[in-house]
């Protein structure tokens, strides 16, 4: 269920950019925005701070995009984004006596990450940071070097199986170390 909370308003941005255009299709992102941000509240029983940063922004890119009606605002916010993103893993990793952004990621997942060598955290730490810069470097060609039919299905789908296959690798790289409650348990015959 989460999953839909969280692409509700891209699926929106979608849909009405296929029926209509980008400007009416970002009226309804930062609707349908106003409306996740409700359910996410309701369903935590707070604000998230990340939640919050992701709203704003695209209140103020879009607001910008239709106050102006210039697209590119709309464009630049998802660049930004992953600038942002790809910062705060490269800076959290480079702060001593602090935990990198992945393993604060992992934390919050309830499970036990603690045989994952620090090495090991280091090296997916890198990979988000360079993966986020990828995406925003690929973000700019499309959004300013492409048609706007090209950018939007590049952000929708593109960007969208990019982070997929980011999190598949970084399962990939911390299996080997997490416990398996079945195998620590002697087989019955």
């Known amino acids: 269920m989460s999953f839909l909370i969280d692409f509700f308003p891209l699926g929106i941005f979608f849909t009405v950019y296929k029926l209509s255009d980008i400007y009416l299709a970002t009226a309804f992102l ?21 939640k919050i940063i992701l709203f704003l922004m695209i ?53 036990d990450f603690s045989a994952v060598p ?5 090296l997916l730490n890198n990979f988000w940071t360079v993966s986020y810069l990828m995406q925003a470097a690929a973000n700019h060609y499309f959004a300013f070097y492409q048609s706007q039919a090209s950018w939007v299905n590049f952000k929708v789908w593109g960007l969208t199986a990019v982070n997929l296959v980011m999190i598949v690798v970084s399962l990939i790289a911390i299996a080997p170390y997490l416990q398996d409650d079945k195998s620590s348990k002697p087989k019955e015959d």
């Not at 369903?43 to 701070?49: L, S, W, Y």
């Not at 998802?78 to 934390?107: D, H, M, N, P, Y």
């Not at 620090?118 to 280091?122: D, G």
């Open 30 to 50: 930062i609707a349908a925005s106003v409306i996740q941000l409700g359910i996410y509240r309701y369903k935590a029983g707070k604000f998230e701070k990340s």
């Open 59 to 111: 209140i103020t890119f879009g607001g910008l995009t239709l106050a102006l009606h210039n697209d590119a605002f709309i464009k630049w916010k998802v660049t930004i984004l992953c600038i942002g993103f790809a910062s705060a893993f490269f800076l959290s990793a480079r702060i001593k006596g602090r935990q990198t952004l992945i393993e604060r990621f992992l934390r919050t997942t309830g499970e």
């Open 118 to 122: 620090p090495q090991r955290l280091r």
